[in-house]
């Protein structure tokens, strides 16, 4: 039987048990008090992985891609693992976790882990735990990290702050200039596969992604050149692979690689940066909800709250009236 | 990352996975469709999976149950080697259910193996709920 104490599920799964790291990540997905406490003994040995998010439609080939992937890493030894979020009914709350079907088991590879993982009424495309699973992996020893998206369709740009490089899959065919040329999932990736190369359209599909991503790289060229501080478009590799034949493959994770090397470590690395800050945000947001809602405050928060609704009070007030009543130390 | 403490309650996790070689899915995608409908988070494994396989994944998803789907025959020999695996890697605690054409003779050497249940022709995806959630043991 597995330990229940959560100082010994780390000392397990830190060692290599592979069932104490399932039930941590079983308790990050449920929220136990497990979670936390193991988080807090596991975040401090998190931090060398290489996260990839890998994102695209329903159907793009994403879980096949995934499955390539490990397959040539572990060619080399990395060991590997992959988080794949599919969505949550909102109806019954149940999902069909399906992104194993299109994965081989590597059964018997303990240096392979793929952990199946709903979305549970999360609109960005990843599961709200998905960040502190990936970290539980990170701290346990896996070197790459993929974290595979529901099916997108233009805005779910989420992963593009949990990962440090995330790729945006595309099928031949699925649109014209005009598409790629839209605001969203493509402007996040740093690198765009065309997945089903062997379909008729994918150079076609690649050629004009590249022409069109051009555009953008102009412009962060010239935005460089003015020291011009704002934001400044990426700009993607477009690489064309066919997952089911492993072709193309082997230069996707080269340039997984190329990317990895050429960030900037710890806090420098702005995206880490605000990972960080998205994460510490989220909980202390949690906290002060659950301070507000919770104990002697209950009462004078719901009295706050009920105000608002029947338009007494309006809602920017309300905050700053609770945030007040949080200053007082006899709450 | 999100705050741990706030917890919800959480869906019971199956895995519905078909050992062997026949290729007869439909029963094991109705269920898997099913019981999402019953609010379960249903992994699925597809088609032709080995025994080792099917623990790998009960392992590395943490699963409450395994639901075994075989219309082959083989259940005599792929059910109880499924059954020893878990046991093996210490996981007694799963459910693990068989569904299938399991002729009434064989039930009770299953149950034996470590079986909780058998469901044949005609069981409703409700029975199939009910059961699983009247004697899963949520974890985690």
């Known amino acids: 039987m597995l330990p229940s104490d959560p100082d010994a599920l780390v000392e397990a799964a830190l060692g290599g048990d592979r069932r104490a790291l399932a039930r941590i990540l079983t308790a990050v997905e449920n929220r136990t008090p497990t979670a936390e406490a193991a988080l807090r003994r596991l975040y401090p040995k ?41 969505p949550s009914s909102p109806i019954t709350g149940g999902a069909l976790l399906g992104d194993r079907v299109r994965m081989q088991s590597y059964a018997g590879d303990a240096d ?63 649109g014209d200039e ?31 992604l590249r022409a069109m991503l051009v555009g953008s790289v ?24 066919t997952a089911t034949t492993g072709d193309g493959v082997p230069e996707l994770v080269a340039a997984l690689e190329r990317h990895r090397e050429g960030r900037p470590s710890g806090a420098d690395d702005p995206a880490r940066r605000a990972r960080a800050a998205a994460q510490v945000w989220s909980i202390l947001g949690d906290r002060l909800r659950a301070e507000l809602e919770g104990g002697t405050r209950r ?33 | 990352m999100t705050d741990v403490r706030a917890a919800p309650a959480r869906p019971l996790k199956v895995l519905i996975a078909k050992p062997g070689l026949d290729g007869h899915d439909r029963g094991a995608k109705v269920l898997a469709r099913g019981l999402r409908d019953e609010g379960f988070e249903v992994v699925y494994t597809g088609l032709r999976q080995t025994p080792d396989m099917v623990v790998t994944a ?66 409703t995806i409700g029975e199939v709920a009910e059961f699983l959630r009247s004697n899963a043991r949520p974890r985690g």
């Open chain 1, 299 to 331: 009462i004078a928060t719901a009295a706050v709250l009920d105000a608002v609704a029947e338009h007494a009070l309006d809602p920017f007030a309300a905050a700053d009236r609770l945030l007040a009543s949080l200053r007082t130390t006899d709450g």
């Open chain 1, 218 to 241: 102009r412009a962060g060229r010239v935005r460089e050149e003015a020291k011009d501080d704002r934001p400044r478009p990426k700009e993607p590799e477009v690489l064309v692979t």
């Open chain 2, 58 to 123: 009960a392992l590395q998803e943490d699963v409450d149950v395994v639901g075994l789907s075989i219309l082959s025959g083989a259940h005599m020999t792929l059910v109880p080697k499924v059954c020893r695996l878990l046991r093996e890697q210490g996981m007694d605690d799963v459910l693990v259910v068989v569904g299938g054409i399991i002729p009434d003779d064989d039930v009770a050497a299953l149950k034996e193996a470590g079986v909780a249940a058998t469901f044949g022709p005609g069981t």
């Open chain 1, 46 to 86: 998190a931090g060398t992985a290489h996260l990839v998010g890998i994102t695209g439609p329903p159907g793009s080939g994403k879980s096949t891609l995934v499955s390539a992937i490990i397959a040539t890493v572990r060619e080399g030894g990395r060991a590997v693992a992959v988080v794949a979020v599919d």
């Open chain 1, 112 to 174: 392979v882990f793929i952990r199946s993982m709903a979305a549970r009424g999360h609109a960005g495309g990843l599961a709200p735990t998905s960040t502190a699973a990936a970290a539980v992996l990170d701290a346990c020893g896996f070197d790459l990290i993929l974290l595979e998206t529901v099916g997108t369709g233009q805005s779910e740009v989420e992963v593009a702050a949990a990962a440090d490089t995330t790729v945006v899959l595309e099928a031949p065919e699925m």
């Open chain 1, 178 to 208: 005009i598409q790629a040329s839209k605001a969203g999932l493509l402007e996040v990736a740093d690198i765009v596969v065309v997945n089903k190369g062997d379909r008729p359209g994918a150079g076609r599909t690649a050629s004009q």
